[in-house]
Nanobody
Framework: QVQLVESGGGLVQAGGSLRLSCAAS????????MGWFRQAPGKEREFVAV????????YYADPVKGRFTISRDNAKNTVYLQMNSLKPEDTAVYYC???????????????????WGQGTQVAVSS
């Protein structure tokens, strides 16, 4: 059974940092792109960042460019999201997702992903 488990969320003041982790089990994701999405209360789930299966390519949503960094450690089957300079508008549940197709680079549509974690709450106070 494939599982993606996020961790690292919490409450932080504006300007602070958090590092989210997503540990995969039941499947090796080293050949698949991995992404992060978020969903704020009353809003649609939105794309945040993606890293290609090789780790060589990354792509970010405009609101997080320059502040967030996605990375992966294929040996640990884990993906990370380093979030710096956090803003109150970053408050959301953050979800990790695994691509359904091998060896793709940039995958931004939620429908493209076949595996999802349960989410981790990030709250940024002003």
């Amino acid at each position: 059974q494939v599982q993606l488990v996020e961790s690292g969320g919490g409450l932080v003041q504006a300007g602070g940092s958090l590092r989210l982790s997503c540990a995969a089990s039941g499947r090796t994701f080293s050949s698949y792109a991995m992404g992060w999405f978020r969903q704020a209360p009353g809003k649609e789930r939105e794309f945040v960042a993606v890293i290609s299966w090789s780790g060589f390519s990354t792509y970010y949503a405009d609101p997080v460019k320059g502040r967030f960094t996605i990375s992966r450690d294929n040996a640990k089957n884990t993906v990370y999201l380093q979030m710096n300079s956090l803003k109150p508008e970053d408050t959301a549940v953050y979800y990790c997702a695994g691509d359904r197709v091998k060896r793709r680079s940039v995958v931004v549509g939620a429908y493209e992903y076949g595996y999802w974690g349960q989410g981790t709450q990030v709250a940024v106070s002003s």
